[in-house]
């Protein structure tokens, strides 16, 4: 009975983790289509060091994730000493808070200042919930749960973007203003965004009030950051591996919205529709069956295929022209995130036992500098061609992926 009890306990823990890591998602994807107008716009009435448009969408895109690069390792360490529930309080509130207040301004400069905020509290909020999970799960089972944390996130991220071309030019707030606060087109979603990350707030405090979690043994603690220690051998192919991916996921986030507006004229409702459709394809991909394909295939031998279609789909998206081709393709974009990031996530968890937080974290942190990587070099490579970042991108992750393929078969052979 007490073994029943405790699985129950265990189960009930992880479904409020995805529920809370859902709602914060939901609001992290409602900014996805808005941002790049929202910037566009404000860009044209504060000038700031003279830079086009593109630079600053892809500036803006990017300081969110590099943010989360120099916080995440030290959330995770903090999640490992104190424990998983007051770092994922603390992340999930002042990311609340920033994305409000994000919503209520148009100056560049605090848009800036916002969007840095933001990402320091957020780095919190994946890799504590990923830990946790960690802590609560088998190795045998490992894999699947990971699996389904992405595919919460990425099902959060399917709705933000619906959400936001319901509310967008909703004039609750028409011509409201006070200081540096000033209602825009954009404020209404950015306020719903915030409060979705408020309510996953709400229900971790109410649902799991304290709940302990395990945490590294203090009985003999490191003397001082252990991060040169930690991406040593077997971490440091995974933040590799990790740091390509998401770097091309960013380039395309953070492109894609003015390369199609300038190809085809696509406003915030087609984008829309179009992130949904790569959040979607993840979401599916992760909680049907990457688990699954964990189990019976392997970390290693997914990762080829999943950098292959990275590849594949960014080079069909610097020409596609058809808004269903365009769908398709990026779902095949979404399917090979969908094998890559829960992979790396699994092996990562693997390695031992102790300081999970703290891999966990650099892991988030690498992809989160992966982010930021992605849109700076996407935002330069696209002012010289539209089309520069999709081909260059892409013949990269053809190269990983043959090195993936030829680093297994030495392997086996």
């Known amino acids: 009975m007490t073994s029943r009890s405790s699985i129950l306990r265990i189960n009930k823990q992880i479904g409020i983790l995805l529920i809370c890591l859902f709602l914060v998602m939901i609001g992290y994807g409602l900014t996805l289509p808005i941002l790049p107008f ?10 700031l060091f003279l830079l086009s448009p593109a630079v600053h969408v892809g500036l803006m895109t990017g300081i969110f994730p590099l943010m989360q690069f120099i916080a995440a390792p030290l959330w995770g360490r903090w999640s490992d000493r104190i424990g998983r529930f007051p770092v994922l309080t603390a992340g999930m509130g002042g990311y609340a808070l920033s994305l409000i207040f994000f919503g209520w301004t148009n100056d560049l400069v605090l848009l800036y200042v916002l969007r840095i905020v933001g990402g320091l509290f957020s780095a919190s909020v994946l890799p504590t919930v990923n830990s946790w999970v960690t802590d609560q799960s088998t190795v045998k089972n490992r894999g699947k749960l990971l699996a389904w944390v992405g595919g919460s996130a990425s099902l959060g991220v399917i709705f933000g973007p619906v959400l936001s071309s319901f509310f967008m030019d909703v004039g609750w707030f028409t011509e409201w203003s006070w200081k540096l606060l000033v209602a825009t087109p954009y404020t209404v979603p950015f306020i719903f965004a915030g409060s979705f990350s408020l309510l996953a707030l709400a229900a971790l405090i109410i649902w799991m009030p304290g709940d302990p979690s395990p945490v590294v043994n203090n009985s003999n603690p490191p003397s001082k950051f252990g991060l040169l220690s930690i991406i040593k051998g077997e971490m440091l192919p995974i933040l590799f591996y990790a740091l ?11 492109t894609y919205a003015l390369h199609s507006q300038q190809i085809m004229g696509y406003s915030v409702i087609e984008m829309g529709y179009i992130f949904m459709a790569c959040a979607l394809g993840m979401s599916i991909s992760q909680i049907g069956f990457t688990g699954y394909l964990i189990d019976q295939l392997g970390e290693e031998r997914l990762l080829p295929i999943g950098y292959f279609l990275v590849g594949l789909a960014l080079l069909f998206l610097m020409l596609a022209s058809s808004f269903t081709l365009i769908i398709i393709v990026v779902s095949i974009l979404a399917l090979g995130m969908a094998l890559i990031s829960p992979a790396l996530a699994s092996i990562t968890s693997k390695i031992n036992k102790n300081y999970v937080g703290e891999r966990m974290g650099i892991l988030a942190s690498i992809s989160s500098l992966g982010l930021a990587t992605g849109s700076f070099i996407g935002s330069g490579l696209y002012v010289i061609n539209i089309h520069l970042p999709y081909l260059t991108f892409s013949l990269f992750l053809f190269y990983v992926t043959f090195y993936l393929v030829k680093k297994n078969l030495n392997v086996i052979g």
């Open 38 to 47: 929202f910037v566009e716009k404000s860009v044209r009435s504060n000038e």
């Open 244 to 254: 390509i991916a998401q770097a091309a996921l960013a380039m395309f986030e953070s």
